[in-house]
């Protein structure tokens, strides 16, 4: 293969979040500098040529473009085209870089939106072809060739083993794309956790919580309650409610629905619940009618769910909460709208209610309940109802008269 005599290797590219990971460093002396950064750490000092770097990644665009205004290099112009270019800079440039340099541009034009056609690897090599292949990627994603994009991910990823923060990226998005086109299976697994190995000791937090809660989805998926509830936790040692809100509450939804799925047998089957339902509570910090109605929907009927199956020394506190946060919920399961959804609501609220010894308002519930589902040919359910109602009708029996 040709060697890319323009460009210093290795180079910290795709580390970092756009427009920083497609930036080309200028050759320094300062080799401990670059080990950093390739380590996906920020030195305290930088090399004079390399501080747009660092405004770059820290937000500064314009203050990235002015400290590259001197460099009459074809790297500074690559470099003030990535941060700040439009078409007319990117067609002016095209002419001007050696070839060794274009597919760098196009590949910088084709996420710009610049061009429409992202480009070859040619003969690069290393992370700069792996750099390129994810472009192309990309692109045949875009297009529907989810196929032939995994297969480009799968070699990127074993030419970026000068880069190991840049294949665990690879690696990951590997697992996410064969995960959307095979499901979760085995290799899915295998992929995310090559990923976390290559990022153990990483200061890219971000990128690993994000990568324990796909793997935590995927062993979701594929009935692994005990994995999954480990891949959660890890997700949330990484992320607050205040540095992702959003992932937090996924996490903590999640994490709740492994506690909640897992069998209950043993002598710990107790405090599962309880952190489960403690999950769910942090969720809704998050998720709140207002601003997620549908998560907060979900997550509010499974900590109603829960608490009403919570065993506890207090299962009279835990009903009626249950019996209220039911409640609420019938702003947004409407029979006119979700008849089967507001109907599986009654019958929920109906058994709480049953349990409390409100028999009336149950029978009334449950009733309402059975009459939907017998309407919406739920057989299954309306059986459920029923044999509920027989429990009331026996122990309306055994009462004195």
């Known amino acids: 293969m040709t ?11 795709g580390i970092q979040p756009l427009p920083t990971g497609y930036l080309l460093l200028p050759p320094v002396v300062d080799g401990a500098a670059l080990l950093e ?20 990644l820290n937000g500064k665009t314009a203050t990235a473009v002015a400290l590259l205004a001197t460099d009459c290099s074809t790297l500074g112009e690559y470099n003030r085209f990535v941060l ?3 078409a007319a800079d990117y067609a002016r440039l095209r002419e001007r870089l050696p ?16 061009i429409d056609q ?12 792996a750099h390129l292949l994810l472009v192309q990627a990309s692109a045949q994603i875009e297009q529907g060739g989810g196929a032939a994009a995994l297969e480009m991910l799968k070699e990127a990823a074993g030419c970026a083993a000068e880069s190991p923060l840049f294949r665990a990226q690879l690696l990951a998005a590997e697992a996410d794309l064969r995960r959307d086109l095979m499901g979760s299976d085995t290799e899915v697994i295998s992929l995310y956790r090559a990923a976390l190995r290559a990022l153990h000791g990483s200061p890219l937090t971000d990128l690993q919580s994000g990568i324990w809660l796909n793997l935590g989805t995927a062993l979701q998926e594929r009935g692994e309650m005990v994995e999954a509830a480990k891949a959660y936790q890890e997700a949330l040692r990484f992320i607050t409610r205040e540095s992702d809100p959003e992932a937090y509450a996924l996490a903590q939804n999640n994490l709740a629905l492994t506690y909640l799925s897992a069998p209950m047998s043993e002598a710990g089957d107790q405090l599962r619940s309880a952190i489960a339902i403690s999950a769910l509570r942090e969720a809704l910090t998050v998720y709140t009618r207002q601003t997620h109605p549908a998560q907060w929907a979900s997550t509010q009927l499974n ?21 209220r946060l039911y409640e609420d919920l019938y702003a947004v399961r409407r029979r006119d709208t979700d008849p089967l959804s507001y109907a599986r609501l009654r019958a929920n609220q109906g058994t709480a209610l049953a349990h409390l010894g409100i028999f009336d308002h149950a029978v009334s519930n449950l009733r309402e309940a059975q009459g939907i589902f017998r309407t919406h040919n739920e057989s299954d359910a309306a059986a459920t109802v029923e044999t509920t109602l027989e429990q009331i009708a026996a122990a309306l029996d055994r009462m004195p008269a």
């Open 3 to 13: 060697v890319i005599s323009t460009l210093p290797r290795p180079q910290p590219i």
């Open 84 to 86: 700040a270019g439009s």
């Open 118 to 129: 992202a480009p070859t690897a040619g003969e690069a090599d290393g992370e700069l072809r």
């Open 37 to 56: 950064l390739l380590r996906g750490r920020i030195p305290a000092a930088l090399p004079d040529a390399w501080e747009f770097y660092r405004a770059a």
């Open 99 to 114: 070839v060794d340099l274009i597919p760098f541009l196009d590949a910088a034009a084709f996420t710009m939106g610049v």
């Open 303 to 323: 900590l109603a769910n829960a608490l009403q199956y919570l065993p506890s020394s207090h299962p009279a506190e835990n009903l009626a909460e249950a019996v």
